[in-house]
């Protein structure tokens, strides 16, 4: 049974620098879009506090048990597509109002407790914003790339800017624009008005060397029927609307096939005999320039071994690793000085857990018990050349 995401070939984050520029309705219609292409396709709806793909879908049911199993639900099935959002888990009538760490944790459990099986695309509804939830989606999910939603006023411009440079930090690629709201038909005399004038879009996907991938116009009757549970792809597959997000879908198929795989790696640390090495990595990612690591695995109960795309490979002791974590509790953030006593570092320690944090970094958890290490590639490979401490 494919629990989790481990059956998804691609994961699109789907987001919007402020709110109300149409991101939601953008994902599920795109959503539908990819699905009548033939592939198989999924909505994660992440924007915990602000949940929509339960009203669009028109499906507000429970998600079903897994073979009656407590922690683990099937996704709801509508229009052709699987999604699970927090519109199904609580009362549209009551907010929500969790700190960082709870959205954290449902975020995981939509995640690792959902049975998506086998996906072709996984559309993620991003919340709003730059935020703490936007980095933790962004680490904790393996996305393949973004597609940002913007309209044609300047704040939002401005905006988009900002949260373009999130995702750059994440170093996952942003796969061109989405410009929502950008005309409407008039009805008078069925010429094209532009709302905001038809610079906004185009200027800021020039400015940023990325795609317009399309230019989504104002219809009524299309926003009615997304509000009633019938998305435009379905209701009205003929409109302006979706033809234009149907382009959109073709664009983004084509960027993606540009813009390269992601290389995901996932492992629990075993105890190893005395003498038993494993020299060689069980898997290799074919090469790729715009991969930059081939293959993570552990050499030996200490020694973890990284093959970068140029084919170098490097092995880092375990201690070593402890003792170089980048994060705030070892480093302090404002002087950058270590604050963990190397020294103190048992020599015998081991690695619990490796997995892949989007598609920049390890995520370590150490035997210790220290779990907060985010090890970028590039200082990974830095550090694979800095002698030891003792």
């Not at 897994?66 to 099937?74: F, G, L, N, Q, S």
């Not at 300047?154 to 930090?169: E, I, P, V, Y």
């Not at 664009?251 to 075993?270: K, M, N, P, T, Y």
Request: a negative charge; charged letters at 25%.
């Amino acid at each position: 049974m494919n629990m989790g995401i481990g059956a998804v070939r691609h994961i699109i984050a789907v987001h919007s620098a402020k709110g109300g520029v149409g991101k939601s309705t953008l994902t599920v219609n795109l959503a539908i879009a990819l699905s009548q292409k033939g592939f198989r396709v999924g909505v994660m709806d992440t924007d915990i506090h602000g949940p929509s793909m339960a009203l669009m879908l028109g499906d507000s049911s429970r998600p079903p048990l897994v073979d009656d199993r407590k922690d683990a639900v099937e996704p709801i099935q509508a229009h052709g597509i699987s999604f699970v959002s927090m519109g199904n888990l609580t009362d549209e009538r009551v907010p929500l109002i969790w700190r960082g760490a709870m959205v954290h944790g449902m975020i995981q459990k939509f995640t690792n407790h959902v049975h998506w099986g086998e996906l072709d695309y996984l559309l993620l509804d991003m919340p709003p914003g730059t935020g703490d939830a936007v980095l933790t989606i962004g680490q904790l999910l393996p996305i393949s790339a973004a597609v940002v939603v913007t309209t044609p006023q300047g704040l939002s411009l401005t905006d988009t800017r900002r949260g373009l440079h999130a995702f750059k930090q994440l170093e996952i690629p942003v796969l061109g624009l989405v410009e929502n709201m950008s005309w409407f038909v008039c009805d008078g005399c069925d010429d094209l008005r532009y709302l905001f004038g038809d610079a906004g879009g185009k200027a800021l996907a020039k400015e940023l060397d990325l795609p317009l991938l399309a230019q989504v116009p104002i219809e009524g009757t299309v926003c009615e029927a997304g509000d009633d549970g019938t998305p435009m792809m379905i209701a009205f597959p003929e409109s302006h609307s979706a033809v234009a997000v149907r382009q959109a879908a073709d664009r983004i198929l084509a960027e993606l096939e540009q813009s390269g795989q992601i290389a995901v790696f996932r492992f629990d640390w075993r105890e190893m005999g005395f003498n038993e090495r494993e020299t060689e990595p069980p898997k290799i990612v074919p090469a790729d320039e715009r991969v930059l690591v081939q293959a993570v695995w552990q050499v030996s109960s200490d020694e973890l071994g990284v093959q970068w795309h140029d084919g170098v490979r490097d092995i880092l002791s375990v201690r070593k690793l402890r003792q170089n974590c980048p994060c705030a509790v070892c480093v302090d953030e404002i002087t950058g000085e270590r604050t963990l006593q190397q020294d103190r570092v048992p020599a015998d320690i081991r690695l619990k857990q490796v997995s892949s944090v989007g598609r920049y970094a390890l995520g370590l958890v150490f035997s210790d018990g220290h779990d907060s290490g985010i090890f970028r590639y590039d200082r990974l490979r830095e550090l694979a050349r800095k002698p030891s401490s003792v």
